[in-house]
Nanobody, 115 residues
Framework: QVQLVESGGGLVQPGGSLRLSCAFSESIFSLNAMGWYRQPPGKQRELVGTIFRWGSPNYADSVKGRLTIVRDNAKNTIYLQMNNLKPEDTAIYYC?????????WGKGTLVTVSS
């Protein structure tokens, strides 16, 4: 069973930046895919971006050019670098990993974009 530990959420002003971290309990290369979802207040969970074992990340249109997934293979960690944040980016952000057809989830970290 893959365990995920997220960190880095908080309050940021519009236009600001924040970086979320997600550390996995095993090698990134044992995972089929990994990435981030988010759930805005009162809305359903939605995909932010995903990265496969080999290849470049794919992103939702709403975050392209502002949110970037970065992987650190040596630390078995991925990051979500968030720039030029907007109030509509306010959400609980969840890290996930897919292995052998199963999805594993972090507990979520709250990001609030507000002045």
């Amino acid at each position: 069973q893959v365990q995920l530990v997220e960190s880095g959420g908080g309050l940021v002003q519009p236009g600001g930046s924040l970086r979320l971290s997600c550390a996995f309990s095993e090698s990134i290369f044992s995972l089929n895919a990994m990435g981030w979802y988010r759930q805005p207040p009162g809305k359903q969970r939605e995909l932010v971006g995903t990265i496969f074992r080999w290849g470049s990340p794919n992103y939702a249109d709403s975050v392209k050019g502002r949110l970037t997934i970065v992987r650190d293979n040596a630390k078995n960690t991925i990051y979500l670098q968030m720039n030029n944040l907007k109030p509509e980016d306010t959400a609980i952000y969840y890290c996930y990993a897919n292995k052998s057809g199963m999805n594993y989830w972090g507990k979520g970290t709250l990001v609030t974009v507000s002045s």
